[in-house]
Protein backbone atom coordinates (compact mmCIF):
# COMPACT_ATOMS: atom_id res chain seq x y z
CA UNK A 1 0.00 0.00 0.00
CA UNK A 2 0.78 3.59 -1.12
CA UNK A 3 1.57 5.80 2.40
CA UNK A 4 2.62 9.34 1.95
CA UNK A 5 4.19 11.17 4.60
CA UNK A 6 1.84 14.08 6.30
CA UNK A 7 3.88 16.68 4.74
CA UNK A 8 3.36 15.63 0.73
CA UNK A 9 0.02 14.49 2.30
CA UNK A 10 -0.62 17.93 2.94
CA UNK A 11 0.89 20.00 -0.09
CA UNK A 12 -1.34 17.27 -2.41
CA UNK A 13 -4.39 18.57 -0.39
CA UNK A 14 -3.36 22.21 -0.57
CA UNK A 15 -2.53 21.63 -4.15
CA UNK A 16 -5.87 19.89 -5.43
CA UNK A 17 -8.10 22.72 -3.45
CA UNK A 18 -5.87 25.18 -5.45
CA UNK A 19 -6.69 23.61 -8.69
CA UNK A 20 -10.23 22.89 -7.85
CA UNK A 21 -10.96 26.68 -6.93
CA UNK A 22 -8.93 27.83 -9.85
CA UNK A 23 -11.22 25.62 -12.11
CA UNK A 24 -14.29 26.69 -10.43
CA UNK A 25 -13.37 30.09 -10.81
CA UNK A 26 -12.71 29.43 -14.45
CA UNK A 27 -16.31 28.58 -15.11
CA UNK A 28 -18.32 30.70 -12.92
CA UNK A 29 -16.19 33.77 -13.88
CA UNK A 30 -17.25 33.96 -17.86
CA UNK A 31 -21.01 33.22 -17.13
CA UNK A 32 -20.91 36.15 -14.56
CA UNK A 33 -19.61 38.38 -17.28
CA UNK A 34 -21.82 37.35 -20.17
CA UNK A 35 -24.62 37.31 -17.48
CA UNK A 36 -23.93 40.87 -16.90
CA UNK A 37 -23.51 42.59 -20.34
CA UNK A 38 -26.14 40.91 -21.90
CA UNK A 39 -30.30 41.72 -22.03
CA UNK A 40 -32.44 40.05 -20.36
CA UNK A 41 -33.74 38.85 -23.19
CA UNK A 42 -31.97 39.29 -26.78
CA UNK A 43 -35.77 38.67 -28.17
CA UNK A 44 -37.56 41.39 -29.51
CA UNK A 45 -41.62 42.14 -30.05
CA UNK A 46 -43.28 44.33 -32.10
CA UNK A 47 -47.25 44.74 -32.92
CA UNK A 48 -46.37 45.60 -36.59
CA UNK A 49 -49.95 46.23 -36.81
CA UNK A 50 -50.27 48.96 -33.95
CA UNK A 51 -47.01 50.97 -35.79
CA UNK A 52 -48.81 50.68 -38.97
CA UNK A 53 -52.19 52.18 -37.74
CA UNK A 54 -50.38 54.78 -35.84
CA UNK A 55 -47.87 55.81 -38.33
CA UNK A 56 -47.65 59.50 -38.99
CA UNK A 57 -48.11 58.85 -42.78
CA UNK A 58 -50.91 56.44 -42.13
CA UNK A 59 -53.75 59.15 -42.47
CA UNK A 60 -51.96 60.53 -45.63
CA UNK A 61 -51.55 57.01 -47.07
CA UNK A 62 -55.59 56.50 -46.31
CA UNK A 63 -56.48 59.37 -48.15
CA UNK A 64 -54.25 58.73 -51.14
CA UNK A 65 -56.39 54.78 -51.05
CA UNK A 66 -59.68 56.34 -50.85
CA UNK A 67 -58.96 58.67 -53.90
CA UNK A 68 -57.75 56.11 -56.13
CA UNK A 69 -60.85 54.51 -54.91
CA UNK A 70 -63.14 56.88 -55.93
CA UNK A 71 -60.80 57.83 -58.81
CA UNK A 72 -61.25 54.05 -59.93
CA UNK A 73 -65.43 53.97 -58.90
CA UNK A 74 -65.66 57.04 -61.48
CA UNK A 75 -64.06 55.80 -64.53
CA UNK A 76 -65.82 52.39 -63.83
CA UNK A 77 -68.66 54.34 -63.88
CA UNK A 78 -67.89 56.32 -67.00
CA UNK A 79 -66.59 53.19 -69.20
CA UNK A 80 -69.21 50.70 -68.52
CA UNK A 81 -72.18 51.86 -70.27
CA UNK A 82 -70.88 51.35 -73.29
CA UNK A 83 -69.30 47.67 -72.36
CA UNK A 84 -70.54 43.98 -72.24
CA UNK A 85 -70.41 41.77 -69.52
CA UNK A 86 -67.27 40.17 -70.27
CA UNK A 87 -65.66 43.96 -70.59
CA UNK A 88 -67.14 45.10 -67.33
CA UNK A 89 -65.39 42.36 -65.85
CA UNK A 90 -62.22 43.12 -67.42
CA UNK A 91 -62.27 46.35 -66.50
CA UNK A 92 -63.59 45.76 -63.28
CA UNK A 93 -60.44 43.67 -62.55
CA UNK A 94 -57.72 45.86 -64.01
CA UNK A 95 -59.12 48.84 -61.44
CA UNK A 96 -59.01 46.41 -59.04
CA UNK A 97 -55.73 45.66 -59.72
CA UNK A 98 -54.53 49.37 -59.95
CA UNK A 99 -56.08 50.02 -56.17
CA UNK A 100 -54.32 46.93 -54.53
CA UNK A 101 -50.85 48.20 -56.78
CA UNK A 102 -51.74 51.56 -55.19
CA UNK A 103 -52.30 49.92 -51.31
CA UNK A 104 -49.03 48.06 -51.62
CA UNK A 105 -46.89 50.90 -52.65
CA UNK A 106 -48.37 53.20 -49.82
CA UNK A 107 -47.81 50.44 -47.38
CA UNK A 108 -44.86 49.53 -48.30
CA UNK A 109 -43.44 52.71 -48.11
CA UNK A 110 -44.30 52.96 -44.18
CA UNK A 111 -43.42 49.37 -43.59
CA UNK A 112 -39.83 50.19 -44.82
CA UNK A 113 -40.10 53.20 -42.51
CA UNK A 114 -41.73 50.84 -39.41
CA UNK A 115 -38.66 48.38 -40.51
CA UNK A 116 -35.91 50.80 -40.47
CA UNK A 117 -37.13 51.94 -37.36
CA UNK A 118 -37.56 48.34 -35.71
CA UNK A 119 -33.70 47.59 -36.64
CA UNK A 120 -32.43 50.86 -35.11
CA UNK A 121 -34.04 49.88 -31.61
CA UNK A 122 -33.19 46.32 -31.94
CA UNK A 123 -29.46 47.46 -32.33
CA UNK A 124 -29.65 50.16 -29.32
CA UNK A 125 -31.01 47.21 -26.85
CA UNK A 126 -28.88 44.65 -28.03
CA UNK A 127 -31.56 42.49 -29.70
CA UNK A 128 -30.47 39.71 -32.09
CA UNK A 129 -34.23 39.04 -33.39
CA UNK A 130 -37.86 40.84 -33.57
CA UNK A 131 -41.07 38.96 -34.41
CA UNK A 132 -44.01 39.72 -34.71
CA UNK A 133 -45.89 39.56 -31.23
CA UNK A 134 -48.31 37.07 -32.55
CA UNK A 135 -45.34 34.24 -32.84
CA UNK A 136 -44.52 34.38 -29.54
CA UNK A 137 -46.39 32.37 -26.68
CA UNK A 138 -44.18 34.29 -24.32
CA UNK A 139 -41.12 36.04 -23.07
CA UNK A 140 -39.48 38.70 -25.20
CA UNK A 141 -38.42 42.11 -25.10
CA UNK A 142 -41.86 44.53 -26.39
CA UNK A 143 -40.38 47.22 -28.19
CA UNK A 144 -43.46 48.73 -30.18
CA UNK A 145 -43.86 51.28 -28.43
CA UNK A 146 -40.11 52.57 -28.63
CA UNK A 147 -40.63 52.04 -32.25
CA UNK A 148 -43.30 54.04 -32.38
CA UNK A 149 -41.71 56.81 -30.55
CA UNK A 150 -38.59 56.58 -32.78
CA UNK A 151 -40.95 56.65 -36.39
CA UNK A 152 -42.78 59.73 -34.65
CA UNK A 153 -39.15 61.37 -34.18
CA UNK A 154 -37.61 60.72 -37.58
CA UNK A 155 -41.06 62.19 -38.96
Known amino acids: M ?9 TFVFT ?4 LGVIGWGIVQPAAVS ?5 ASTIGIVDYGKLIDQHPDADKADAALKAENEQARQEYESKAASLNDQEKQQ ?4 LSQRIEMKRRQLLGEIMD ?3 AAVKAVADE ?11 IVSGGVDITNDVLAKVKKTK
Do not use: E, M, S
Not at 35 to 39: D, G, N, V, W, Y
Open 2 to 10: FILNKRAFL
Open 16 to 19: LIIA
Open 35 to 39: AAKAP
Open 91 to 94: LGNQ
Open 113 to 115: KVD
Open 125 to 135: KGLTVVVHKNA
